[in-house]
C-alpha cells in the first residue's frame, strides 16, 4: 500500500513538474526579450533565430493594408491572441507614417529577417513596404510625414526625425544591391534609384538660403514651395542645427557627389561652425518641488564643449525657443516647464560631423577648399 502511494505520488509530482516546464516554456524571459529599438543591431546569426521570427511575425499583424506601419510601437513586445485579433481588426486604419523612424525601420527588419530565413510571407511583406514607401514620394523627390491622408503638418516635407533620410536609406540600399536587398527584382530596383535621385534634388532644393548663403534645412518644408514650415506650436519656421545633421551625413555619403552637393554639404557645415555655442552646459537641476523631481536648466561652463540649439531663427541664427503658445523666446528658461523638461532644445550631433567626418570627407572631394582650418 505504502510503495502503492510512493509511486501515485512520484507520478503525481512528474506531472507537476512537466507542468511548470512547459508553462515556463510558453512564457518568455524578460531577458531574452529585445525591445523594438534594438531590433536592428543584432548579431548576424540573431535574425535566423525564433525569436527574430517571432517579432518580425509581429511586424507583420502590425502592417497595415496600406503596406505601411504607425509609430511608437514596441513591435517586440510578446502579443497574446486578444492583442493579435486586434490588430488583425486594425488592419484598415490609415495611420501609416514615416515619423519616429516608422516603416523604413520596419522594413530594415524584414529585410535582415528574410535574408536570414527565406521565409516567403516576410518577403511579401517587405514589398508592400518598398511599394508604399514608392507611392507616398512626391513627385518633387520629397516625402510627407503621413500618408495617405495628408493634412495639416504631416504633409509637408519631412526631415524631422530622419523620415525622408530613412526612406531615402533604404532605397539606396536597395538600388546598389546591397546583400540583404539583393533579391529585389529589378523593376522595383530601377525604381528606388530613381526614388533616390529624385529625393537629393528635393534636399537641395530645400535648402534655406539667407541673403545669398545657403545654410542648413528646416524640420519640414512646404510640398510645393519646399520653404520652411511650421509643424506643432512650438515647432516653428527654423533652421535646425539637429534635423539638418542627418540630411549632411546623408548628402556626404553619396559616392562622387556632383558639385552643387558639394556646394550644399560645405555651406551646411560652415552655417554649423558658424552658429555654435560656446561656455554653456545643459543639465537637470535636481528639484522636488517640480513633476519630474528636476528642471532643465543652462548653466555658464567655459570648459563645456560646443553645442547646437534646435531651432535658430532664419535671418538671425539667433537660438529661438516655443511653448504650446506659439511664441517665439530666446532663452530656455523662458518657456513653460512641461515643453521645457519635454522636448530636446540642444544637441551635440553636429560635434562629430565637423570635428571627424567633414574633415575625412572635404579631404576626399574637396581638398582645394578647407572651410574650418580658417
Known amino acids: 500500500m505504502k510503495k502503492a502511494r510512493r509511486c501515485i ?19 518568455k524571459n524578460p531577458a531574452d526579450v529585445i525591445s523594438w529599438k534594438r531590433c536592428l543591431g543584432q548579431r548576424p ?22 503596406g505601411g506601419w504607425s509609430k511608437n510601437v514596441d513591435m517586440a513586445r510578446v502579443l497574446s491572441e486578444q492583442d493579435k485579433a486586434k490588430l488583425r481588426k486594425a488592419k484598415s486604419r490609415k495611420d ?9 525601420t520596419q522594413i530594415r527588419y524584414l529585410a535582415k529577417v528574410y535574408y536570414a530565413t527565406r521565409l516567403e510571407r516576410f518577403r511579401q511583406a517587405l514589398l508592400r513596404g518598398i511599394d508604399y514607401l514608392l507611392e507616398a514620394q512626391y513627385a518633387n523627390g520629397g516625402w510627407p510625414q503621413t500618408y495617405p491622408g495628408l493634412r495639416g503638418y ?16 533604404v532605397f539606396r540600399d536597395i538600388a546598389e544591391k546591397k546583400p540583404e536587398y539583393a533579391f529585389i527584382d529589378e523593376v522595383r530596383r530601377r525604381k528606388a534609384e530613381k526614388a533616390v535621385q529624385k529625393g537629393i534634388e528635393c534636399i537641395l532644393k530645400c535648402q534655406i538660403v539667407v541673403d545669398g548663403k545657403k545654410t542648413a534645412w528646416c524640420a519640414q518644408h512646404d510640398e510645393k514651395t519646399f520653404i520652411a514650415r511650421k509643424a506643432r506650436s512650438y515647432e516653428l519656421p527654423s533652421i535646425s542645427g539637429s534635423e539638418s545633421v542627418g540630411v549632411v551625413r546623408f548628402l556626404m555619403s553619396i559616392d562622387n557627389p556632383a558639385p552643387e552637393i558639394i556646394e550644399a554639404v560645405q555651406s551646411a557645415v560652415a552655417w554649423f561652425d558658424h552658429v555654435k555655442l560656446a561656455g554653456i552646459r545643459q543639465v537637470n537641476k535636481p528639484d522636488s518641488s517640480r513633476e519630474r523631481g528636476y528642471d532643465k536648466v543652462i548653466v555658464k561652463d567655459v570648459t563645456a564643449p560646443p553645442i547646437w540649439a534646435r531651432f535658430y531663427q532664419i535671418g538671425t541664427n539667433r537660438p529661438i525657443f ?40 572635404q579631404k576626399k572631394w574637396a581638398p582645394e577648399k578647407d572651410l574650418l582650418s580658417k
Not at 45 to 59: K, T
Request: glycine share 12%; with cysteine.
Open 322 to 361: 516655443c511653448g504650446r503658445d506659439g511664441k517665439i523666446k530666446y532663452h530656455m528658461a523662458e518657456i513653460e516647464y512641461e515643453r521645457r523638461t519635454g522636448y530636446s532644445w540642444y544637441s551635440y550631433g553636429p560635434a562629430g560631423l565637423l570635428a571627424k567626418d567633414y574633415p575625412a570627407w
Open 9 to 27: 505520488i512520484t507520478g503525481l509530482f512528474c506531472l507537476f513538474a512537466v507542468a511548470i516546464a512547459a508553462g515556463a516554456q510558453g512564457r
Open 154 to 169: 504631416g504633409k509637408f516635407i519631412t526631415f524631422n526625425d530622419g523620415a525622408m533620410i530613412g526612406a531615402m536609406s
Open 45 to 66: 546569426g540573431f535574425y535566423a533565430a525564433g525569436e527574430a521570427v517571432r517579432i518580425a511575425d509581429n511586424v507583420l499583424l502590425y502592417q497595415r493594408d496600406t
Open 96 to 104: 501609416s507614417t514615416l515619423d519616429n523612424s516608422a516603416t523604413h
